[in-house]
């Protein structure tokens, strides 16, 4: 690949992380200020309806009418003014509905940017993770230009509680919308073929289930979202009761993890293939909750700060590589269908299940002590959940993608690979 294109990729990563960074992180506070707390958890929602909405759909335009960046363009560019809107508004309903729709713009191209880089590549499992790490790095700025510029440029004691962020939001998601007008051409591979009921509900990426393993890794996929979805929404809960100061800041160290870990990720592929990657990732969930469960802020604050720096390990090997495992098992015609197939699954309905769940537990161990809940039991439960869907990954699932792989080397890089 060349080097102006990796550069055109990795900005493009950047600015895809650096809209969400921006917004999603300090929504709640803002929600709070402006007493729209009844609707927190709806909002935090849209997020997950809208990968369950928009990505087949949108897919499978990309698949068959448009080029790739057009589509990007367009819904960065429709995102910029609903998220302009979404700041200006100071009704609690409209509010949730036009967040929905910027949701519903916005998701899909997380499978879209994936479907356009791993498009340009000849050796994904090399070449992706260095171009995505670029978006870690996006996510990782936007919190520190929402955290450091306040006092030099609003005035303002903090801009977390403002409607500024999505402000910042929607100036570079209209900045990106351009920007994906000078991408790499990535036409339509389906274009011109005849459209039916089966094309719009995404049915081509469906048909996948029929490969065993195929269904097997969605499956654990979908399961391991669940428990996963515990540590999203209530980790900064869960540091800040037990004592841990500037909890916000501290877990950006999970996120310096994961430049460092997406960084040596072809390192791991040749050595260890798909499923080990995976397997390790899902494991990785496993070590995270009992670094929580039994960690603490005095003498065991170590085990608290190992929990969040897995996040390397917890979100490279595990999302990451089934991205890359997708676009190799899918049909180069429904590549952009079968990684919305995968969002939908994962970031969609796992995530949305796993977070109605969280809700309950939480509020089941909720304490009257000075910690307001019992944080030992919440985090065991994600925890056994996440190793029983690993051990079931671990026995039912053969990574063939990497067994022909090593059959078409030599026989010395082939022992390597082993």
């Known amino acids: 690949m060349q080097s102006k294109v990796k550069a055109q990729l990795s900005a493009m990563m950047f600015l895809e992380f650096f809209i969400w960074g921006a917004w999603y992180v300090t929504m709640w506070k803002y929600l709070t ?3 729209f707390d009844n609707i927190i958890g709806l909002a ?5 309806i809208a990968a369950i909405i928009s990505p087949l759909f949108i897919g499978m335009i990309a698949d068959r009418f448009f080029a790739t960046e057009k589509v990007l363009a367009i819904l960065h ?3 910029a003014v609903l998220m302009f809107a979404v700041s200006e508004i100071s009704n609690s309903t409209v509010f949730f509905w036009v967040l929905l729709g910027y949701a519903v713009c916005y998701m899909p191209t997380l499978a879209l940017t994936n479907s356009i880089s791993l498009c340009q590549m000849s050796d994904p499992e090399k070449e992706f993770p260095p171009i995505r790490v670029l978006g870690t790095i996006g996510w990782i700025i936007a919190g520190l230009i929402i955290g450091f510029m306040p006092e030099s ?6 801009i977390e509680n403002t409607s500024i962020p999505m402000k910042i939001a929607a100036g570079a998601s209209l900045i990106m919308g351009f920007y994906c007008l000078t991408l790499p051409h990535t036409p339509p591979p389906s274009a011109g073929k005849k459209v039916s009921v089966r094309d719009v509900l995404g049915l081509d990426a469906l048909k996948m289930l029929r490969d065993p393993q195929f269904a097997i890794f969605l499956i654990c996929s979908f399961l391991i979202c669940i428990p996963l979805a515990f540590y999203y929404q209530s980790a900064n809960g869960f540091l800040g009761e037990v004592g841990v100061e500037n909890a916000a800041g501290k877990m950006t160290l999970g996120q310096a993890s994961e430049f460092f870990f997406m960084l040596v990720m072809p390192f791991f592929f040749v050595r260890l293939g798909v499923k080990k990657m995976l397997l390790v990732g899902m494991l990785a969930w496993v070590a995270r909750y009992l670094m929580f469960a039994f960690g603490n802020s005095g003498s065991l604050v170590f085990m608290l700060y190992i929990g969040i720096m ?8 595990f999302f990451v590589t089934g991205q890359i495992y997708v676009d190799k098992k899918a049909p180069k015609e429904i590549r952009s269908s079968a990684q919305g ?22 509020r089941y161990y909720e304490t009257a002590g000075d910690i307001g809940h019992n944080w030992k039991m919440i985090w065991l439960i994600p925890c056994i959940m996440a190793g ?8 039912l699932f053969k990574d063939e993608i990497s067994a022909k792989r090593v059959q078409n080397q030599p026989t010395g890089a082939a022992n390597e690979f082993k």
């Open 77 to 79: 560019i429709a995102g």
């Open 44 to 48: 935090y929602s849209t997020t997950g």
């Open 33 to 35: 200020a402006v007493n």
């Open 153 to 158: 440029i609003s005035g303002l004691s903090t």
């Open 341 to 362: 197939f995968l969002a939908l699954i994962t970031l969609g309905l796992g995530m949305i299940i796993g977070s109605l769940i969280n809700g309950k537990v939480t």
């Open 310 to 317: 897995l996040h390397g390990i917890c979100y490279d090997f």
């Open 388 to 395: 029983v869907v690993a051990i079931l990954f671990g026995i």
